[in-house]
């Protein structure tokens, strides 16, 4: 069984920053990609970020030249620096990972529970 366990949410005034992890623990082979979702109060789950091990990256409109992800392999870990918050980064934030746990298996899409991010005015 694979987990994605998130940490770093909390209260941040606007222009703040915060920094979220998200590791991945279990029977992993490898981990391809690793991503940030959020969903904000009464909206939908919406795409942040994504990183894949070859290093190709890839932000939403709404978070570039604010957000940077980033990825230690050695760690199955996952970061999101988030700098110059704004109150409408306020949202639950979700791991996202795609995992092998064998070899010659394919992919198993993991999230994680998720980390609240709250951006006061």
């Known amino acids: 069984q694979v987990q994605l366990v998130e940490s770093g949410g909390g209260l941040v005034q606007a222009g703040g920053s915060l920094r979220l992890s998200c590791t991945a623990s279990g029977r992993i082979f490898s981990i391809n990609p690793m991503a940030w979702f959020r969903q904000a109060p009464g909206k939908q789950r919406e795409f942040v970020a994504h990183?894949?091990?070859?290093?190709?990256?890839n932000y939403a409109d709404s978070v570039k030249g604010r957000f940077t992800i980033s990825r230690d392999n050695a760690k199955n870990t996952v970061y999101l620096q988030m700098d110059s918050l704004k109150p409408e980064d306020t949202a639950v934030y979700y791991c996202?990972?795609?995992?092998?746990?064998?070899?010659?298996?394919?992919?198993?899409?993991?999230w994680g529970q998720g980390t609240l991010v709250t951006v006061s005015s």
């Open positions: 990183i894949v091990s070859g290093g190709v990256i």
């Open positions: 996202n990972a795609g995992v092998r746990v064998v070899a010659s298996g394919g992919y198993l899409e993991v």
